[in-house]
Structure formats: structure tokens, C-alpha cells
């Protein structure tokens, strides 16, 4: 069965700090990996997804996402975090052709950037 | 493409009324997905279809909600009676690669 963890309920960092939310997933075969972010009152947004290829993968508004196949992890991360940053980011996880079409999200991380 | 619409994007019942919720998918699209968000849960899965057919309805708390897809581009969701604890945020989205979620619409039961 598919399933994918997010340790962290939030996430605290400064502006201009590197920020980084974790994501740790389980599926059976090969893996398809999203970042979704969602702002107050609105629907989810996606970010980024890797499907196959270079490990590091790199989506919208600077953010990027290492995927790491022997640690099961798919962290979102970005150099230098900004206040209109915070939000709710969830971690996707499918199983690709093998698991059909559903896709499970996490629990959400929420992100909280001071100035 | 005006991306996934939903509506109502708000809705204020009373309990025991029936309430429908309405989605219309990104054309082209062959998957959809309808969730429920609360604080408590989170976000839930509830039902997809693939191709107008639905696949997987194992998140569907009771029988007192139902969702169909009669075409490619229309889907409901339907519950009958409404109790309190039904209030959430419930997204619709659909499938080409990633997910791409409407607007949501808030439902208040009272």
C-alpha cells in the first residue's frame, strides 16, 4: 500500500534562510512524487513531481526537491525562504502505471517564514 | 482553460437538507478526484473516477454521501441527509499528469 509521512507539523524559518520540509514515502515499484502548496482559502497548487530521471527536480517559485530512492525521501527545499512563502505544502506520492490512478497526500506541513 | 470550477463556492445548510456539489474537470482530463478538508482530518480522499467510472470509493465516510459522473465533464456530489459534522472545505480535482484542484467549496452545516 501506498503512504507518505510529512514528521513535520511546521516548519519556522527567517527570510533569506535556506528552508527545507521533509517528505518520506512507501509504494510498491516506482514511485511518482509531488509537492503541492496551498494558500489560505484556496485550492492546492502543484510545485514540482519526479517521475524519473536526475534526483534533484526543480519547480515553481525557486522551490526544488531532492528525491533519494535508498532513504525513501522526497524533501522540498529552497535556497532563500520569503515571507509570502508561508503556507501549507503537502507531499504526493503514486504508484505510477502499478497503483492505477490514486494518488495519497500527507498530512501537510504548515511553513511559517519570519521576516 | 479556466482550470477546474467548482460550485457552489459556498454553501450554508441545515441539517438534514440535502446538499449537491458540483465540478467540472479540465477538459481532456480522463481522471477525477473528489476530497474533504478539515482541520481535525485533514485531507481526505473520498472518491475517483477514471473515464466517467468510478474506481476507488473506500474514502466515502457513509451512505449518506454518493458522487456520479455522468459525462467527461460534469461530476457531483451528493449528500443526503446533511449532519453537522459534513462541514469541511470539498475539492474537486482532476488528472492529466498532477492533480490540478479547483477552488474548493466550503460547506457549512448547521
Known amino acids: 500500500a501506498q503512504s507518505v509521512a510529512q514528521p513535520e507539523d511546521q516548519v519556522n524559518v527567517a527570510e533569506g534562510n535556506p528552508l527545507t520540509v521533509k517528505c518520506t514515502y512507501s509504494?510498491?515499484?516506482?514511485?511518482?512524487l509531488f509537492w503541492y502548496v496551498q494558500y489560505p482559502n484556496r485550492g492546492l497548487q502543484f510545485l514540482l513531481k519526479y517521475i524519473t530521471g536526475d534526483n534533484l527536480v526543480k519547480g515553481s517559485y525557486g522551490f526544488e526537491a531532492e528525491f533519494n530512492k535508498s532513504q525513501t525521501s522526497f524533501h522540498l527545499k529552497k535556497p532563500s525562504a520569503l515571507v509570502s512563502d508561508s503556507a501549507l505544502y503537502f507531499c504526493a506520492v503514486s504508484a505510477g502505471k502499478t497503483g492505477g490512478f490514486k494518488t495519497i497526500f500527507g498530512a501537510g506541513t504548515r511553513l511559517f517564514v519570519k521576516a | 482553460d479556466a482550470g477546474v470550477i467548482q460550485s457552489p463556492r459556498h454553501e450554508v445548510t441545515e441539517m438534514g437538507q440535502e446538499v449537491t456539489l458540483r465540478c467540472k474537470p479540465i477538459s481532456g482530463h480522463n481522471s477525477l478526484f473528489w476530497y474533504r478538508q478539515t482541520m481535525m482530518r485533514g485531507l481526505e480522499l473520498l472518491i475517483y473516477?477514471?473515464?466517467?467510472?468510478?474506481?476507488?470509493d473506500s474514502g466515502m465516510p457513509e451512505d449518506r454521501f454518493s458522487a456520479k459522473m455522468p459525462n467527461a465533464s460534469f461530476s457531483t456530489l451528493k449528500i443526503q441527509p446533511s449532519e453537522p459534522r459534513d462541514s469541511a472545505v470539498y475539492f474537486c480535482?482532476?488528472?492529466?499528469?498532477?492533480?490540478?484542484f479547483g477552488p474548493g467549496t466550503r460547506l457549512t452545516v448547521l
Open positions: 509504494v510498491s515499484g516506482n514511485p511518482y
Open positions: 473516477f477514471n473515464n466517467n467510472v468510478p474506481i476507488d
Open positions: 480535482a482532476s488528472k492529466g499528469g498532477e492533480q490540478f
